[in-house]
Nanobody, 120 residues
């Protein structure tokens, strides 16, 4: 079994910062792309940022220059540093990863989500 567990969500004021972390555990052979998505109330889940195993990154236009994604391959962890937070960043943030498990099947896994609320 493979599991993604997120942490770091909180209530923060406009302009503040938060750091989200996600750790993959279980019967893992390899992790390829990792990323973060978010879903605000009444809206569809949307891409925030992704990072490849080699460190290549991609960001939604709405978070460029404010959010930074990074990963520690040795610890199977992906982190999202969020600065200059805005009310529109309020959402449940989900970790996502492409993982090959011990049965050599590659699947996409999701974390349970962590709430980020930006208060004005």
């Amino acid at each position: 079994q493979v599991q993604l567990v997120e942490s770091g969500g909180d209530l923060v004021q406009v302009g503040g910062s938060l750091r989200l972390s996600c750790t993959a555990s279980g019967r893992i052979v390899r992790i390829d792309a990792m990323g973060w998505y978010r879903q605000a109330p009444g809206k569809q889940r949307e891409l925030v940022s992704t990072i490849t195993s080699g460190g290549g990154t991609n960001y939604a236009d709405s978070v460029k220059d404010r959010f930074t994604i990074s990963r520690d391959n040795a610890k199977n962890t992906v982190t999202l540093q969020m600065n200059s937070l805005k009310p529109e960043d309020t959402a449940v943030y989900y970790c996502n990863a492409a993982i090959t498990s011990f049965d050599y099947r590659r699947s996409w896994y999701w974390g349970q989500g962590t709430q980020v609320t930006v208060s004005s």
